[in-house]
Each structure stands twice: as C-alpha cells, then as structure tokens.
C-alpha cells in the first residue's frame, strides 16, 4: 500500500533554513516522480519542485529557484526539500505527492500531475 508521510515542518525566522522529508512506502524509487507544494488559506496549492523518476531532472517554481533544492535518496526511498534562506511568505503546508501514469515532467508543477498526497507538514517563518 502506497503511503507517503512529510516531515521536517517547524517555526524558523528569516533567513534561516529548513529540509523536508517525504517517506514513502509501497512503492520502489526509481518507480515515482515526487512533487512537493505549498498550500496557505489565501492561495490554491502551489507546485514549489518536482524530481524525476530517475532522480536526475528536477524543475522548480521561480518563487524558490536557488533557494530551495529536491533529492531522492533510492537508499532510503525518501525525496528532500532543502529550503535555504526561507521568508515569511514561505510559511504554508507543505505536501508531497507521488506522479500519476501520465505524469509528465514537462509540466511538473501542476496539480494535476500527482495522484496521491501525504497529509502535510507546516513551516512557519515568523520575525
């Protein structure tokens, strides 16, 4: 049974930094592509990175280029979201989510990429 758990979500202040984890079970590594978002009450979810099934493409949203870096790790069958020199408008849920069949890397920031979701781990980036 697929499952995916995030972790790593906690309270920083500007400027410093935070790594995400999405565990997955159920599935092998080299078998998925992951998508990490970010939801807050104002915005809709928002596609934040993306890693190939591979582990070699990956693409990022222009609100966290160089800032933010995503890995997989085959050994622990786990993807990171390292999130360097974070901001107050980085504070949101954030979710990962496992690729669909269809999943196409091309358009990998999009919802409608991913078919099954963790339950979220919160950042807050407060003064």
């Known amino acids: 049974q697929l499952r995916l758990v995030e972790s790593g979500g906690g309270l920083v202040h500007p400027g410093e930094a935070l790594r995400l984890t999405c565990q997955v079970s159920?599935?092998?590594?080299?078998?998925?592509?992951v998508g990490w978002f970010r939801q807050t009450p104002d915005k809709e979810r928002e596609g934040l990175s993306c890693?190939?099934?591979?582990?070699?493409?990956?693409d990022y949203a222009d609100s966290v280029k160089g800032r933010f870096t995503i890995s997989k790790d085959f050994a622990k069958n786990a993807v990171y979201l390292q999130m360097n020199n974070l901001t107050m408008e980085d504070t949101g849920t954030y979710y990962c989510?496992?690729?669909?069949?269809?999943?196409?890397?091309?358009?990998?920031?999009?919802?409608?990429?991913?078919?099954?979701w963790g339950q979220g781990t919160q950042v807050n980036v407060t003064a």
């Open positions: 159920g599935r092998r590594p080299d078998s998925y592509a």
């Open positions: 989510a496992i690729g669909t069949a269809w999943y196409n890397q091309a358009v990998c920031l999009q919802r409608s990429q991913y078919g099954d």
């Open positions: 890693v190939s099934l591979s582990g070699r493409t990956k």
